[in-house]
């Protein structure tokens, strides 16, 4: 019995080839795209799950205050917080402190790099955290100064294989330079964590550098705490609060869960820039209106070819069949289409994660895992028993009478479900293409939009360290910068600590607070770097009030501000700031400094972040970077240049540059990629719910043929015929779309105020897609109305 059912299925299969390739096609696409999604939205989920005590590890964060008002929560913490809890509150099993020291130095003789995913650790950072040792012992790797512990691909880079326990690696650093001994090797860090890392160096090292381990001044650490397990998040944040109101300022001492810091936390210094829950939840929500899109076309397609398939059931049901076998029979047809499908979407998948791992840089997997054949064999089981259920027990359900006298072809049954399926798809279609226009104008809106400031041509080479005794470094960066000026294809050069587009921890923070402001007050957090003369004009910012600092003296206790800061600072205009003196103390008796220029609010970073207060000092010498404005459009040959310098003034020094311009524009790449995301999945819904309508106007026109040939007969034209046919449709639309653009309105508002500058939501947003979506499903419904309206009205009426 069931070898005929199965002969009977692929028969029907090979006799109606369009619909069973458009079934099949249309099944695949649907869990091949859905899949994608989900191994995306699991690769977020799983950060930190490598750990084995991840559940019971917390990190600490700061919430500042200005008086009542909260100003901003700081992921940084002070030194001796971590030491003191532990000490303090039985809850903390253990503690580790992670300092970054990025941008620097390393290397060994005859090879250097810049590394930039480098952090300082306690040695209890391998109790805390779980890494795999391949070389060295957790318990002692990072117990003594001046001990490091490297990934496995960093000991290739740098030795060629990765048993180099005892090995020295060099780091440079400001005038010095430290052999550091490398006392473990350890598999490279999976992709799923928010601190990525090559190198950890023993945090005993930075008391050999001279840095104090007992001030409650400075947060420059980021604390994590190993807590008893079944401790109640609740009350230890009240203990915290408690803790934080005897022994701190203007700070609160909050601890979050590790695992809800990738996706939940959006905290000032973070290690990396996190992912965002809310974009998670919304791409899952689009898996599974792609899924169940898909599964509906099965319904419509099946139901739309009951009319042909009549007559079968009619015969069979005559002859014997019973209800339980025709809906086995259907059941079976379900399962073998949805297997095809499942077999086509392992092929879509090996090509699809490829183009997935490019657009998202995430090294998603798909065939490796228990977990995706779980999910894969589900989806096939319930696509299976969804899509093929309702056409099963309808087709079962035929009157044997009906069929047979031919009343069935005039039946509607069923018709609203397939109208009301249609209505669900195209919403979900048309708030899908809503979400992705809006977010592709905002790409646009912020990567257009003037940036206060000048990027391009701007060469930004990383400062070299360790080049001895000040005198010499100053020496040095003197004749660089000379050397590089006397290139008629470089304009200006300046020497400066951090620039926009840059991480956040390049920027150091402070609070300050108008000279003589009442003691016990406290300010706002400014963000402060160093910059000489030359900063200003290289990146064209515009000085509303006062001056740039003078080349030819030392600015000594001058700085210069943004507008943002005068506002905090309380005021009015720019030029009332000009000669006004701050103190980032708030005792009177401390010395001042005097502000001597304001400039133009310009965007230090993405324009999903509101202005930043800025404070400007001056250090003519080179600091972390060196800014050249070039002036050429042969850009590659002006690099060659600049690089040949360097090798001249600094040989065998790691030669590490990038353009401001790019370096600005990778913060939009998270966005970017969102964008093409959902471009690539919006295009999806829409094929899939053309799809569906595609079987719903062919089940109309099948039922309409005779119809149709009749109006023909009597002078009906083309038009009339395809209005006739298409407006039932256009009402499907028009309703989908009153049902959906107020959501999208919804959804959109929403996600646009993650956004500090955002486009307006106009009209045009929802309009555009909504005529698009239209004009895409008259396209579909076009190709078989005007195929029957051209027809011989013969041929619909000789068996009339």
């Not at 490796?368 to 359900?397: E, K, M, N, Q, T």
Request: net charge positive; glycine share 6%; proline share 4%.
């Amino acid at each position: 019995m069931w070898y005929n059912y199965l002969k009977i299925a692929f028969r029907n299969l090979l006799r109606h080839k369009l619909f069973s390739f458009i079934n099949i096609f249309g099944l695949a696409v649907g869990m091949a795209a859905c899949l994608l999604i989900v191994q995306y939205v699991r690769h977020e989920w799983s950060y930190e799950d490598f750990h084995k005590n991840a559940t019971n590890v917390y990190r600490v964060t700061l919430d500042s205050y200005k008086g009542s008002e909260f100003v901003v929560t700081d992921a940084e913490t002070y030194r001796p917080l971590g030491p003191t809890l532990k000490a303090e509150m039985p809850e903390v099993r253990e503690f580790v402190r992670m300092h970054e020291y990025f941008g620097k130095e390393f290397g060994t003789p005859g090879r250097s790099f810049i590394e930039n995913r480098v952090y300082v650790a306690d040695p209890s950072v391998f109790k805390v955290f779980t890494h795999s040792f391949i070389y060295g012992d957790p318990a002692t790797a990072l117990s003594a100064p001046f001990q490091v512990v490297i990934t496995e691909s960093t000991a290739k880079k740098y030795f060629g294989h990765t048993n180099v326990l005892g090995k020295l690696l060099q780091l440079s650093r400001y005038t010095e330079k430290n052999n550091l001994i490398i006392a473990g090797v350890i598999a490279d860090v999976p992709p799923n964590t928010h601190l990525k890392f090559d190198i950890l160096i023993a945090f005993p090292t930075l008391k050999q550098w001279g840095e104090s381990f007992d001030s409650w001044e400075s947060n420059n650490d980021y604390t994590y705490l190993l807590l008893a397990p079944n401790t109640q998040l609740q009350a230890f944040n009240q203990k915290l609060f408690t803790f934080s109101k005897k022994r701190l300022k203007a700070e609160i001492v909050v601890a979050e869960p590790l695992k809800s810091i990738h996706l939940y936390s959006h905290k000032s210094y973070e290690p990396e820039e996190n992912g965002n829950a809310g974009t998670v939840y919304f791409l899952l929500g689009i898996a599974f209106i792609i899924i169940i899109i898909a599964w509906i076309n099965y319904v419509n397609l099946a139901t739309a070819r009951a009319v042909g398939r009549a007559k079968e059931v009619g015969i069979r049901k005559v002859i014997g069949s019973s209800r339980l076998s025709l809906v086995k029979q259907f059941m079976l047809e379900s399962f073998v289409v949805n297997a095809l499908a499942a077999l086509f979407t392992l092929g879509l998948l090996s090509q699809g994660l490829v183009a997935f791992r490019v657009v998202t840089g995430i090294p998603l997997t798909s065939f490796s895992d228990a977990v995706f054949w779980g999910i894969f064999c589900g989806l096939l089981l319930v696509g299976s028993l969804l899509s093929g259920i309702y056409p099963a027990f309808v087709l079962a359900a035929f009157k044997t009478v009906n069929v047979l006298k031919g009343k069935f072809s005039h039946s509607v049954h069923g018709l609203w479900l397939r109208k009301g399926l249609v209505i669900g798809q195209f919403a979900a279609t048309i708030l899908v293409i809503v979400a992705a226009f809006t977010i592709h104008r905002q790409i646009s809106f912020m990567r257009q939009q003037d940036l206060g400031m000048n990027l391009n041509q701007v060469l930004v080479v990383r400062a070299p360290q360790a080049l001895g005794p000040d005198s010499l470094s100053r020496n040095l960066g003197a004749s660089f910068k000379n050397e590089l000026l006397r290139n008629p294809e470089i304009k200006m050069v300046s020497n400066v600590g951090s620039l926009p587009g840059l991480d956040v921890n390049d920027l150091n923070s402070t609070s300050i607070m108008p000279y003589g402001t009442s003691s016990g007050q406290t300010g706002y957090t400014y963000y402060h770097f160093a910059i000489d003369a030359d900063f200003i004009p290289v990146l064209d910012l515009e000085i509303i009030a006062g001056r740039n600092f003078l080349a030819d003296r030392q600015n000594q206790n001058e700085i210069i501000v943004n507008e943002e800061s005068v506002r905090l600072l309380g005021y009015q205009t720019a030029a009332e700031a000009i000669g006004k003196r701050t103190t980032f103390k708030t005792d009177d008796k401390m010395p001042y400094s005097i502000i001597v220029g304001v400039v133009k609010n310009y965007h230090h970073h993405s324009l999903k972040n509101a202005f930043i207060p800025l404070i400007f000092r001056y250090y003519p010498y080179t600091n972390n970077y060196i800014a050249l404005r070039l002036n050429s459009p042969n850009i590659p040959g002006a690099l060659k240049k600049v690089e040949a310098t360097w090798q001249t003034l600094y040989p065998g020094k790691a030669f590490s540059y990038f353009f401001l311009d790019d370096k600005f524009d990778q913060q939009y790449r998270a966005d970017q990629q969102l964008n093409l995301i959902f471009t690539f999945f919006s295009g999806i819904a829409i094929l899939l719910a053309c799809l569906g309508l595609f079987g719903l106007a062919f089940f109309t026109i099948v039922q309409r043929t005779k119809e149709i040939g009749i109006r023909k007969v009597l002078g009906a034209s083309l038009s009339s015929i395809l209005f006739l046919l298409s407006k039932d449709y256009i009402k499907l639309i028009l309703i989908a779309n009153v049902l959906a653009l107020p959501l999208a309105w919804w959804g959109m508002y929403s996600w646009l105020q993650n956004y500090a500058f955002r486009i307006p939501l106009t009209a045009w947003i929802f309009v555009i897609p909504a005529i698009i979506i239209l004009m895409i499903a008259l396209l579909t419904v076009s190709t078989q109305t005007i195929k029957i309206a051209l027809a011989n009205p013969v041929d619909a009426l000789r068996n009339e």
